[in-house]
């Protein structure tokens, strides 16, 4: 796939697949956003012993293996931005449609605000269409207002709970599901 460049003059960043080469920036990138989102929610020693389960054997999964795809957003150095992963679905749920999860959007914090997520978005939602998948699902934290503004700006749902766990916590998650059309 060619790099997308973002609608900008010079270019703020540019878009394109993974390559399992991308697994340990991607995985860095995740730790990092998700300490700066979510860490206030759980005991360090917890939080710390939940991402080192988040191995880079796992991204090289999502960066590498053809159910999935990961879009990068990368600045003109080079520099990790923001990613989004789609995939198989991991949610215990049996919808009656072809479907598909975005697994993960996130975002390195100066990256947000720049259009980073929304040309993310965009590109998660035309691959989840070029593959024919008719829903996209994703969980979003009860108190993530941002993120769930945002998806609901692109037609995303609300059509149950998830019970997300990190050591001994359980956070109220909920799904979110947008119809393809």
């Known amino acids: 796939m060619p790099t997308l460049e973002a609608q900008s003059s010079p270019p703020a960043f540019a878009l394109r697949l993974a390559t399992i080469a991308d697994a340990r920036a991607v995985r860095d990138l995740f730790c990092r956003s998700f300490r700066a989102t979510f860490g206030h929610l759980y005991p360090p020693h ?42 198989p679905q991991d949610l215990g749920m049996e919808p009656q449609a072809r479907w598909w999860v975005l697994r993960q959007l996130y975002l390195e914090e100066e990256a947000k605000g720049t259009g980073v997520a929304s040309a993310l978005m965009e590109a998660a939602l035309a691959e989840a269409r070029a593959r024919g998948v008719q829903e996209l699902y994703l969980t979003v934290w009860i108190g993530n207002h941002r993120a769930r503004r945002f998806y609901e700006r692109y037609g995303f749902e609300e059509v149950g709970a998830y019970a997300f766990v990190v050591g001994s916590t359980v956070d109220d998650d909920r799904i979110l599901r947008l119809r393809l059309g």
């Open 46 to 87: 917890e939080l710390e012993a939940w991402l080192e389960g988040m191995s880079e054997a796992r991204f090289r999964v999502e960066t590498g293996c053809a159910s999935h795809a990961c879009f990068l957003g990368e600045a003109p150095d080079g520099r990790l931005l923001g990613y989004a992963t789609l995939g």
